[in-house]
């Protein structure tokens, strides 16, 4: 996924997760970000899609954090 993520920009960085079975990925440029302000039922959705896409089969389970800062998103991925 982090790879995948850096290849679609969104430029993500290892952060501490809430727990030690987290692994938290920030995502610090998002390339759909104004628009994910005024749509985030709909932009948030469809990359919660795609995180699950990139890891279906992995064993791992993501949850996205839409602005969990004023220009940051975050996933966070756990063993399934």
């Known amino acids: ?3 995948a993520a850096a290849r679609m920009r ?16 920030l995502l610090q440029e998002c ?3 104004e628009l ?6 709909v932009v948030c959705t469809v ?3 795609v995180l699950d896409g990139l890891l279906e089969n992995s064993g791992t389970t993501v949850r996205l954090l ?7 998103c ?3 991925l756990r063993p399934a």
């Open 1 to 3: 996924m982090f790879a």
């Open 10 to 25: 969104f430029a993500p960085r290892d952060a501490p997760g809430p727990d030690p079975a987290t692994r938290r990925v």
């Open 31 to 33: 390339p759909y970000r």
């Open 36 to 41: 994910a302000r005024a749509l985030p039922e």
């Open 47 to 49: 990359q919660q899609g």
């Open 66 to 72: 839409p602005f969990v800062g004023p220009d940051l």
């Open 74 to 76: 975050a996933a966070d």
